[in-house]
């Protein structure tokens, strides 16, 4: 069994950043693709973007494009969310999973708001 814990949600205000991390443990093998995705008080789940074992392997949705990057430490297990210039409208709960092999394995959740 993968176990995916989030960290570093909180509230910031508009403008600001925040980091969230994304670790990976347990029966681990290997993680191949690690993504984000959010969802928002009353509105469905959305995909922020996912990066595969090698940096270069990075998708973005257009919606945070310029603003958030993703990126990994395979040796950690732990993928990272950089979210810079927050927005109000990016206030959700964010979630992590990995897939390995044919099992894709998803995290509880971190919340981030951002309000003034």
């Known amino acids: 069994q993968v176990h995916i814990v989030e960290s570093g949600g909180g509230l910031v205000r508009p403008g600001e950043s925040l980091r969230l991390s994304c670790t990976a443990s347990?029966?681990?093998?290997?993680?191949?693709?690690m993504g984000w995705h959010r969802q928002a008080p009353g509105k469905q789940r959305e995909f922020v973007g996912n990066?595969?074992?090698?940096?270069?392997?990075?998708n973005i949705a257009d919606s945070v494009k310029g603003r958030f990057i993703i990126s990994r430490d395979n040796v950690k297990n732990t993928m990272y969310l950089q979210m810079y210039d927050l927005k109000p409208e990016d206030t959700a709960v964010y979630y992590c999973?990995?897939?390995?092999?044919?099992?894709?394995?998803w995290g509880p959740g971190t919340q981030v708001t951002v309000s003034s």
């Open positions: 990066i595969g074992r090698s940096d270069q392997l990075v």
């Open positions: 999973y990995g897939v390995q092999y044919d099992q894709t394995y």
């Open positions: 347990g029966s681990i093998s290997v993680i191949n693709v």
